[in-house]
C-alpha cells in the first residue's frame, strides 16, 4: 500500500461526498420550495418572498385537511391498494420469473420478446378496456379491482426485471438441492427466494408506489368518495377548471410521500445486503 | 398385478385410431387408450366447458364482427371486447382440443412400439413435471392476456373504426372501416415538415431522457455502494424523494420554479450570479432542457434503486479475484461492474426508451407541449412530442379512432427499434448461456 | 391543461348494455339526482327532503362529480342504473348531446322569461334546449379596495391608475390577468367585434369564425399594448396573480367567482366591479360559464325529473341556493332582489353577466383554445403582426374542426 494508493482513495471519496452533497441539494431544493410553499396563506404556490423562510406561514392547509376532507380515509384506501398491490405483484412476478429463467417450456423465448413489446403499447385507450373489463366482472367501485389492474399490468416489465436478477444466480445451489431430493416447489421457495430479496424490496416498492400516483385510472373507477384513493381525492381540489386549491393539494401530497419514504426506509436491510451474493462455497 | 390386468384387457387399437377418437371427442381416444382417468377427466371437459360455451362464443365472435345492430341497445365497444375475450378463449379451447389429440397419439405410439401403458400415478405425476411451468405461469398469463394484450388489442381495433365523437356508442353502431383512418390522418394537411421536427425531438427527448436517469442512477448506485460512506441509509432516503412524492405536484413546482420573471430560479440566478432572466417557458431550447432536468429529478431514483438491487447479485469472488490480481477500484468497475451492469440492464433500458419515447407526462404537465413555435402546424408546440401532439389532434378533436390509428403506427416504429437492437445486444445474444 | 385531461377522461366512457340487469324498478316516485360532492350535493338534499314533504315524490342525491358525471351516464344510463337528473357546465353540452345523453326539453311549454337570457341561450344546442340553468360564473374586475378606492369607467383610465402605482422593483403591480388564455382574452375580442361563431338565431354555425376580423385584430393589438406597458410579465400566471393579490401587492386584476372564497379564508381585501369600458365605447364581453340541470335520454320519469328541475329553480328557491352556497343565480328576478342587490360583489358580476355571452358549448369549440392561445402568444412574445396571424389562427380552427367531422 502506498501513499499515493491512500490518497487515492482519499480524494475519490472526496468525490463521491462532493456529488452526493450537490445531489442532496438537487433534490431537497424543490421539496423544501414545495413544504414552504404549502404554509402560504392563499390557494396559490407563488410567493412573492422568495426565501425559505416565509414571513406569514399557515398550517391551515393541513388542518383542513383532516378537518374538512376525508384525507384519513383516503390515505387508508390507498395503503390497502398499495400493500395489496405490492403482495400480488411480488407473488406474480415470482412466479412468472422463475419459469422464465429457469424452466424450459414451448413457446418461452416467444414468450419474453412478447411481454417486451406488449407493454410499449402507447394505450390511449387502455382505461376504456380495463373499465368495461371490471364491470363484466362487477369490479367496478372497488379495491379489489384496482389491486387487480395494477398488479396484473406490472407483470411484463417486472418479470423482465426479475429474470435478469435470477439469471444472475448460480444454479449450483438448485443443482445440489436437486440431488438431493427436492421438489420444484421447494426449490423455488426455500433456496431462489431468499436470494433474489433484494430484488424483490425493489419490485415490492415499485409496485407499491405506482397506486399513489395513478389518479386517471382510478378516478375512472371509483365513483364513491370514500372509496377514493389519495390521488383521486387530492386532484379533487385541482381538478376544477377555476379556483384549485394547489397550497392544499401540495400539503396533502408531501403527507402521502411518507409511506413510501417510511417503507424503503424500513426495506433497505433487504435491498442491501441480502444473503450469499450468488456464490456457493464449497 | 394392476398392470397386468390391463395388458391383459383388450387389444392395442393403435395410435391413429387413438387419435381420431380424440378428434372426434376428447377423451375418447385416452380411454382407447386404456387412460380411463385422463380420459373420463377430458369427456367431462368437452361435456361441460367446451360444448356449453360453444354458442356463446360464437354469439360474442359474431358481436365482433357485426359490431351491433341496434342503437342504444348494442354496444359497439363492448361487443368489441367480449369478442376479443371470445376469441382468446376459443384459441385456448382449441390448443387444449389439439394437445388431447396428440397427447392420444404419442401414448398410443408409445405403447405401439411396445411401452407398458401408463398407470394414472405415473400419468399424473408426469402430467405435473410437464406442466410445472405451465401451471406456475398460468395466473401471470391471465394477467397479461387481460391487462396488457386485451387492451392492446381494443386500442387497435378501434383504428379501424368509425368512432369518434359523432359516431359514439350507445347512440351509434360503429363500423368496421379498413384502413380509412390511417390514410386520411396521413394525408390531411401539409404536416410534413412538423412531423419531421417533432420527430426529431421524439427521438432526441426519449435518448437523452432515458440515458441521462441511468447513468445519474448508476453513479449513485455506484458510489452509494461503498461501504466507506457514512450515513448510507439516510441519504439514499433523502434521495428516494423524487420518487415517493406525487410527480403532479413536483412538476408544478418546478413550472413555478422556473418561472422566467417570478421563479425562483431565476431569481437566484440573477440577484446571486447577476445573469439575465432565462426564458425557461418561453424558449424552445431552454423548455427542452427544463423538460430534460426535471424529469431526470423525477425519474433517477427508480433507477438508482433499481440498479442498486441488480449491484447486489453480482457474484462477489469476482471482486475477490481481482484484488488478489491487484486492480484498481476504477479497473474493477470498468471490467466487472460495468460490463456485468450493463448485462442486466440492457434490455430494460430498451424498454424504457420506448417507454420514454411515449412518456408525455412531464412534458404535457410542465408546459403542454408549448411554447408555441411559429410554422409548427396542427397545435404543435416546441416541446411536444409525437404522442403529445398527436394527442393534441386526435384525443382533443374526439377522434378517437385516429388517435388509435396514429398509436398503432407509432408502436410499429418503437417495436422495430427497440427489437432490431435488443438482438444485436449481448444481453440476447448471450442469453441462452447465462441459463 | 388538466382541462384536457379531463375531457379525456370524460370522452373515454362506453356503456355496456349489461344484457343481464333488468332494469331497476325505480317506481314512479323516486328521482335520482348526481350533483359533486360538497355544498352542491347538501343543497339537492335539502331542497329534495322539502319537495318530498310537498309532492310525496322523494329524491335521492348521489355524489358524482360533475365533470364525471357524463361518462358514468353513458355507461348506467342504458343499463338502467343511471341518474334522472345530472348537472354538467353548458360548455359541454354539444359534445354530451351528440353522444345521445341527455333528454331534449319542451321548451315551447315552458316559461321562461324569468332567466337570464344569455344563461338559457347556453343551454340550448341547434336551437333545442336542453337544461335549465342555476348558476353563471362571470369575469369581472377583482381590486384591492385600499390600493385603488374607486374603479374608474373605461379601461385605459385604469391602466393609467395601474401604471402610475405599478413598480416591479417593489414588488407593486398595477392590473394583471393571464392574457395567454383565450378564455379571459376573449372578453377584448367580444368588445371589439370579434365572436368565435356567428349565432344564426337557431344554433352557432361552426363554419363562420369571427376570430380573424377587424374586432379580433384591434382585441390582438389592445393585448400587445397592454404587454408593452409592462404591466404583465411573461410568466404571469393565475397562481402568481392570485399570491400577489393575497399579499396585498396587486391592485387589479380579472376574476371570477371561484376566487372570493380563497380571498376571505386568507383575509385579503377585496372588491368587485363589472369591468370598465374599452376604448370603443363597448363594455369588455367576456365568456360566461353556465351550470345547469339536465334530464337523461335514458330516465323512465322524464317529465317528473323536468317538474323537479323547474321547481329547483324557482324564484324563491334559486335565492336559497345563493344563500346556501353563493352561487349567481341565472334568474333576472333574483338578481334583481333587493335582498340580493345588497351583496355588493355577487352584483358586480351578475352585472358583468349582463355583459357577457355564453362560452360556445358545441364541440367545434375544443378546436379554438389552442391556435387562439398561440396567437396572442406570437403577437406578444414574437412580434406578429396581428393582421397576418390572425387570419392563420383562424386556418387551424378549421382545419381542426374538418377534421373532427370526418
Not at chain 1, 405483484?89 to 411481454?115: C, D, E
Not at chain 2, 425557461?280 to 429529478?297: C, G, K, P, S, Y
Not at chain 3, 393571464?178 to 382574452?185: E, P, S, T
Not at chain 3, 349582463?354 to 414574437?382: G, K
Request: charged share 15%.
Amino acid at each position: 500500500m502506498t501513499i499515493s494508493h491512500r490518497a487515492r482513495q482519499r480524494i475519490s471519496l472526496g468525490i463521491s461526498y462532493l456529488i452526493i452533497f450537490i445531489m442532496i441539494l438537487y433534490v431537497l431544493f424543490p421539496v423544501v420550495w414545495t413544504f414552504v410553499s404549502s404554509l402560504n396563506q392563499g390557494d396559490s404556490l407563488y410567493s412573492s418572498d422568495m426565501s425559505f423562510i416565509p414571513k406569514d406561514p399557515t398550517w391551515r392547509h393541513y388542518r383542513r385537511l383532516f378537518t374538512e376532507t376525508n384525507f384519513g380515509l383516503w390515505y387508508k384506501n390507498t395503503l390497502k391498494v398499495a400493500v395489496a398491490t405490492s403482495v400480488t405483484t411480488v407473488i406474480l412476478v415470482t412466479f412468472t420469473a422463475y419459469a422464465f429463467s429457469r424452466l424450459q417450456f414451448y413457446g418461452r423465448k416467444t414468450g419474453l420478446i412478447a411481454m417486451l413489446v406488449l407493454q410499449m403499447f402507447p394505450g390511449i385507450m387502455n382505461m376504456v378496456a380495463m373499465y368495461v373489463l371490471l364491470n363484466l366482472f362487477g369490479l367496478l367501485d372497488t379495491h379489489l379491482g384496482l389491486i387487480i389492474v395494477y398488479a396484473g399490468g406490472a407483470i411484463p416489465y417486472n418479470t423482465w426485471l426479475m429474470k435478469g436478477y435470477m439469471d444472475g444466480i448460480s444454479r449450483s445451489l438448485e443443482e445440489a438441492a436437486i440431488i438431493d431430493g427436492a421438489s420444484k416447489w421447494t426449490i423455488m421457495w426455500r433456496i431462489i427466494f431468499p436470494l433474489i430479496l433484494p430484488m424483490v424490496s425493489v419490485i415490492a416498492i415499485f409496485s407499491f408506489v405506482s397506486p399513489f400516483g395513478d389518479f386517471l385510472f382510478a378516478r375512472l373507477v371509483l365513483t364513491t368518495p370514500t372509496n377514493w384513493t389519495l390521488s383521486v381525492g387530492l386532484h379533487d381540489f385541482v381538478s376544477a377548471r377555476f379556483g384549485q386549491r394547489y397550497t392544499q393539494f401540495a400539503a396533502g401530497s408531501l403527507l402521502a410521500a411518507l409511506p413510501i419514504t417510511v417503507l424503503y426506509l424500513s426495506l433497505q436491510g433487504l435491498l442491501i445486503g441480502g444473503l450469499t451474493r450468488g456464490s456457493v462455497k464449497g | 398385478m394392476q398392470r397386468n390386468l390391463i395388458e391383459n384387457t383388450g387389444s392395442n387399437i393403435g395410435r391413429y385410431t387413438s387419435a381420431l377418437l380424440s378428434t372426434l371427442y376428447m377423451g375418447a381416444g385416452q380411454i382407447a387408450n386404456g387412460q380411463w382417468l385422463k380420459g373420463i377427466f377430458l369427456i367431462l371437459f368437452e361435456t361441460f366447458v367446451l360444448i356449453p360455451s360453444v354458442p356463446l362464443l360464437l354469439k360474442n365472435l359474431k358481436g365482433l364482427i357485426t359490431l351491433g345492430e341496434t342503437p342504444m341497445v348494442d354496444h359497439s365497444l363492448f361487443m368489441m371486447i367480449y369478442g376479443i375475450l371470445a376469441a382468446v378463449a376459443a384459441i385456448f379451447l382449441i390448443v387444449c382440443y389439439l394437445v388431447n389429440i396428440r397427447d392420444a397419439y404419442e401414448h398410443g405410439l408409445a405403447i405401439d412400439k411396445g411401452g407398458k401403458r401408463k398407470g394414472w400415478k405415473e400419468t399424473l405425476s408426469d402430467m405435473i413435471d410437464a406442466g410445472f411451468p405451465y401451471l406456475i405461469l398460468a395466473p401471470g398469463i391471465l394477467c397479461i392476456i387481460l391487462f396488457t394484450f386485451l387492451p392492446m388489442a381494443f386500442n387497435i381495433m378501434i383504428a379501424f373504426t368509425d368512432y369518434d365523437l359523432f359516431h359514439s356508442p350507445p347512440r351509434h353502431i360503429l363500423n368496421w372501416v379498413g384502413f380509412r383512418n390511417f390514410v386520411e390522418f396521413l394525408t390531411t394537411a401539409s404536416w410534413a415538415n412538423t412531423f419531421k421536427q417533432v420527430m426529431l425531438w421524439t427521438v432526441v427527448w426519449a435518448v437523452l431522457s432515458t440515458l441521462t436517469t441511468y447513468l445519474l442512477g448508476m453513479i449513485i448506485a455506484l458510489i452509494l455502494n461503498n461501504p466507506r460512506i457514512k450515513f448510507r441509509k439516510v441519504i439514499r432516503t433523502i434521495l428516494i424523494l423524487p420518487y415517493a412524492i406525487p410527480a403532479f405536484i413536483s412538476i408544478l413546482m418546478w413550472k413555478g420554479m422556473l418561472n422566467t420573471n417570478f421563479g425562483i430560479v431565476n431569481h437566484l440566478l440573477t440577484t446571486t450570479f447577476n445573469m439575465q432572466p432565462i426564458p425557461w417557458l418561453e424558449n424552445v431550447f431552454w423548455t427542452r432542457f427544463a423538460v430534460i432536468m426535471v424529469n431526470l429529478w423525477l425519474g433517477f431514483p427508480y433507477s438508482m434503486m433499481m440498479i442498486t438491487g441488480i449491484l447486489q447479485g453480482l457474484p462477489n469472488d469476482l471482486y475477490e479475484a481481482a484484488t488478489v490480481d491487484g486492480a484498481s477500484g476504477f479497473q474493477k468497475f470498468r471490467y466487472i461492474t460495468f460490463p456485468l451492469v450493463m448485462f442486466s440492464v440492457a434490455p430494460l433500458v430498451i424498454m424504457s426508451f420506448a417507454y420514454n419515447f411515449n412518456n408525455f407526462n412531464v412534458i404535457f404537465l410542465l408546459n403542454d407541449g408549448l411554447p408555441a413555435v411559429f410554422g409548427l402546424q396542427g397545435k404543435a408546440g416546441g416541446s411536444d412530442i409525437l404522442i403529445s401532439w398527436v394527442y393534441k389532434l386526435t384525443f382533443q378533436s374526439l377522434k378517437f379512432n385516429y388517435a388509435a390509428a396514429m398509436s398503432l403506427i407509432i408502436f410499429l416504429l418503437i417495436v422495430g427499434f427497440s427489437i432490431y437492437n435488443y438482438t444485436r445486444t449481448r444481453s440476447f445474444k448471450e442469453e441462452e448461456m447465462l441459463r | 391543461m388538466v382541462k384536457n385531461r379531463k375531457v379525456m377522461l370524460m370522452a373515454l366512457v362506453l356503456g355496456l348494455v349489461a344484457l343481464l340487469a333488468p332494469t331497476l324498478c325505480l317506481g314512479a316516485t323516486k328521482l335520482v339526482v348526481w350533483e359533486s360532492s360538497g355544498p352542491e350535493e347538501q343543497w339537492v338534499r335539502k331542497m329534495g327532503e322539502l319537495y318530498y314533504k310537498e309532492t310525496g315524490i322523494e329524491i335521492e342525491v348521489h355524489p358524482v362529480d360533475q365533470l364525471s358525471q357524463s361518462d358514468k351516464l353513458a355507461l348506467d344510463g342504458p343499463a338502467g342504473k343511471g341518474a334522472d337528473i345530472v348537472v354538467w357546465p353548458h360548455d359541454k353540452l354539444g359534445q354530451t348531446i351528440e353522444q345521445g345523453l341527455l333528454w331534449e326539453l319542451p321548451e315551447d311549454k315552458l316559461d321562461l322569461s324569468n332567466f337570464t337570457a344569455s344563461a338559457i341561450d347556453a343551454m340550448r344546442y341547434q336551437g333545442r334546449l336542453y337544461g335549465i340553468p342555476y348558476a353563471l360564473e362571470a369575469l369581472a374586475l377583482v381590486y384591492n379596495p385600499d390600493l385603488l378606492p374607486e374603479v374608474p369607467e373605461t379601461f385605459d383610465e385604469l391602466i393609467a391608475i395601474a401604471k402610475k402605482f405599478n413598480n416591479p422593483r417593489k414588488n407593486q403591480w398595477g392590473f394583471m390577468f393571464d392574457m395567454l388564455d383565450f378564455y379571459f382574452a376573449y372578453g377584448f375580442f367580444g368588445g371589439y367585434g370579434a365572436y368565435v361563431f356567428k349565432d344564426t338565431g337557431s344554433g352557432l354555425d361552426p363554419d363562420d369564425i369571427g376570430l380573424a376580423n377587424e374586432g379580433a385584430i384591434q382585441a390582438v393589438k389592445y393585448l400587445k399594448n397592454l404587454r408593452d406597458t409592462g404591466l404583465i410579465p411573461e410568466g404571469t400566471t393565475k397562481d402568481i396573480i392570485n399570491g400577489l393579490f393575497i399579499e396585498g401587492n396587486l391592485m387589479a386584476h380579472i376574476n371570477g367567482p371561484w376566487a372570493y372564497a380563497e380571498f376571505e379564508e386568507a383575509g385579503a381585501k377585496y372588491a368587485v366591479a363589472p369591468l370598465p369600458k374599452l376604448n370603443n365605447g363597448n363594455y369588455p364581453q367576456t365568456f360566461i360559464g353556465v351550470k345547469g340541470y339536465y334530464v337523461s335520454a335514458f330516465s323512465n320519469q322524464k317529465e317528473e325529473a323536468l317538474k323537479f328541475i323547474l321547481w329547483l329553480t324557482n324564484k324563491e328557491n334559486s335565492f336559497k341556493h345563493y344563500q346556501d352556497t353563493t352561487i349567481i343565480p341565472s334568474r333576472e328576478d333574483v338578481i334583481n332582489m333587493p335582498e340580493f342587490q345588497k351583496n355588493k360583489t355577487i352584483q358586480a358580476f351578475a352585472i358583468q353577466a349582463t355583459r357577457s355571452i355564453p362560452m360556445p358549448n358545441i364541440p367545434e369549440m375544443r378546436e379554438v383554445w389552442d391556435p387562439m392561445a398561440h396567437a396572442i402568444t406570437f403577437v406578444l412574445r414574437n412580434n406578429g403582426i396581428p393582421e397576418e396571424i390572425l387570419p392563420l389562427s383562424v386556418e387551424q380552427i378549421k382545419e381542426g374542426i374538418m377534421m373532427m367531422k370526418r
